[in-house]
């Protein structure tokens, strides 16, 4: 008897299993079938233009499909207004610096090594101040500590884009509040925030020397790569302090003068206009308050207990810090923290309505790059004049999206983001 129910109980089960997926995927199949239309056929579409030649010519089409299909198919070019397929020229006109002849003040490597500096120093600004500041409006016997918060979190409520306009304005060189402050102050006159071309402190390290013809910028982004590579290695997180010497070892292999005095140089400096302080200040007051609202709710989850038996222990306000503090706060601050690079490497805002990318594209991030390609750039095609290129910027998109990808497994594998907290 016990045998003949045995099987009966595994195909009700089995069959319970069933129904439950069946009604589990139906509940999706909507949403499935809405982001497939909104996002995935979109993307896909824009890979397919990726490696073709296609300009705002192609805009019209009677079918999509057969668009796409035509760039396979010569019989259906001319039916469905068709681009050309040309490889992958655009991701090689892009990453070559093929685009600066015809695009002035192009250069990829220049534009990445910069965005990559903004991301990471505005983050370690926004976590730095975010928890600073959280920790002092946890402090037993504080008064007004709503009143604070609610204040303190209003730029991060704003609306990007009123902060942006706001700053800019700020920054004007005749009437802005920041030129009238200094003026009256006696510290300076008239400075030129957002129109200064030459870099205020251009001596700020790392350097590379290369030779003559060479990119000083892709130089200076495979020194940061180098200077981070050794962040994977589980003993050196633990023993930070030799980043230090390995820097000073890559900064001699770099800047040795063994190329002659038409060497090609360049240094970390160089990329930074005055203008880039302007939106770092701004984008830093936009920044904090969210990470200060994170760190709140995690240092009121921490128990006071804890404390107390540190400083029975003797350890003082550092060791509590690091001790205590920081891995209690970490489980919430990593996520929090990938935020804020991801938001921060993208900040459309703050760059393109402060400065446009000036002067001279020296505030470029490849975001505003990626939308000048598709509304600002136009290139001459022999026998058919001034186009928009659509294809260059689906090209650029991916790579920006590829970098960015990147840029997460790194930080995932240095914070350790999606391990458990026991690991």
């Known amino acids: 008897m016990t045998t003949i129910t045995q099987p009966r109980a595994k195909r009700r089960s089995e069959r319970y299993e069933r129904e439950v997926a069946r009604t589990a995927y139906t509940y999706i199949l909507p949403a499935a079938l809405i982001m497939a239309v909104i996002n995935f056929f979109p993307l896909i579409y824009q890979f397919w233009m990726s490696f073709t030649d296609f300009s705002n010519l192609n805009l019209r089409t009677t079918n999509i499909f057969g668009q796409i299909l035509g760039s396979f198919i010569p019989a259906l070019k001319d039916k469905y207004n068709s681009p050309n397929l040309v490889d992958i020229s655009n991701y090689a006109s892009v990453l070559l610096n093929s685009l600066s002849k015809i695009l002035s003040g192009f250069d990829f490597w220049r534009i990445l090594t910069f965005n990559l500096t903004w991301t990471f120093s505005q983050v370690l600004f926004h976590v730095v101040l975010g928890v600073l500041i959280a920790m002092l409006l946890n402090a037993n016997g504080l008064w007004l500590k709503k009143i604070y918060r609610a204040l303190f979190i209003i730029p991060w409520a704003m609306p990007s884009l009123v902060s942006a306009m706001v700053w800019k304005n700020m920054f004007d060189e005749q009437s802005g509040s920041v030129n009238l402050v200094l003026n009256a102050l006696g510290i300076s006159k008239g400075l ?24 000083p910028w892709l130089a200076l982004l495979v020194f940061l790569i180098l200077l981070i ?147 600002e750039t136009s290139i001459n095609v022999g026998g058919t004049g001034s186009v928009r290129p659509y294809a260059v910027a689906a090209a650029f998109s991916y790579i920006v999206f590829a970098v960015l990808a990147v840029i997460t497994l790194i930080t995932n594998k240095i914070s350790r983001a999606t391990e458990a907290y026991s690991d």
């Open 229 to 375: 590579a050794p962040l994977f290695i589980r003993k050196v997180r633990q023993r930070l302090w030799l980043i230090i010497p390995w820097a000073i070892l890559l900064q001699i292999l770099f800047a040795l003068p063994v190329w002659g005095p038409n060497a090609v140089t360049g240094s970390l400096g160089e990329l930074f206009p005055l203008s880039f302080y302007a939106v770092s200040i701004a984008n830093i007051w936009l920044g904090w308050p969210f990470m200060m609202t994170v760190a709140t709710g995690a240092l009121q989850g921490i128990s006071k207990d804890l404390y107390e038996a540190a400083a029975i222990d003797g350890a003082n306000g550092w060791q509590t810090f690091w001790r205590i503090t920081v891995p209690l706060i970490r489980p919430a601050m990593v996520p929090a923290i990938m935020i804020g690079i991801m938001q921060t490497f993208n900040q459309f805002n703050v760059i393109y309505f402060i400065t446009g990318g000036g002067p001279l594209h020296q505030t470029e991030i490849l975001v505003t790059q990626a939308y000048r390609f598709v509304n």
């Open 192 to 215: 030129r925030w957002l129109q200064q071309i030459d870099p205020p402190f251009a001596s700020i390290p790392p350097f590379v020397r290369l030779p003559e013809g060479s990119n």
